[in-house]
């Protein structure tokens, strides 16, 4: 798995990335810095699976997940979220969309994943589109 980082310098300015559901971390980041805002937003009809539960990625209650320990707490098994710096300590929900403002104190990279319990990531097949556009 080869790692990129993508910068959007322009406000109005958008890329798109893959996530795939099987990624711990995302193969693609985003780096950011203070005080910069984005929209990040599903593409339609984006869905990835968990073992043979198809879902967007607004996610779905899994029990035997939430047992097993989520790991973006009180949030839907395969929910998208995003984390800075691949630690799941600063990790939030996205789901199909979001707005966020960069509150982290220095420049860091934005990784994407699908939310599951920590050991049980073989099981995920498929990915989808994210588009991220800069807002401020």
């Given amino acids: 798995m080869h ?6 310098t322009t406000i109005g300015a958008a890329i798109t990335l893959q ?3 099987e990624d711990y971390y995302s193969r693609h980041s985003l780096q950011v810095n203070p005080g910069e805002a984005y929209h990040i937003e599903v593409l339609p009809n984006q ?4 073992w043979f539960h198809k879902s967007d990625a ?5 029990p035997l997940a939430q047992l097993w320990g989520m790991r973006v707490k009180k949030t839907k098994c395969f929910t998208l979220c995003g ?3 691949k630690s799941d300590q600063n990790a939030f929900p996205i789901g199909l969309q979001r707005d966020i ?10 990784f994407f994943f699908a939310n599951d ?5 073989g099981n995920n097949r498929d990915s989808i589109t994210i588009r991220i556009s800069r807002t401020r």
């Fill in 3 to 8: 790692l990129m980082i993508h910068t959007i």
């Fill in 19 to 21: 996530v795939y559901a």
């Fill in 47 to 50: 869905y990835w699976t968990d």
């Fill in 58 to 62: 607004s996610g779905f209650w899994n």
């Fill in 83 to 85: 984390a800075y710096d």
């Fill in 101 to 110: 403002e960069i509150t982290q104190k220095q420049p860091s990279e934005l």
């Fill in 117 to 121: 319990s920590k050991n049980y990531y």
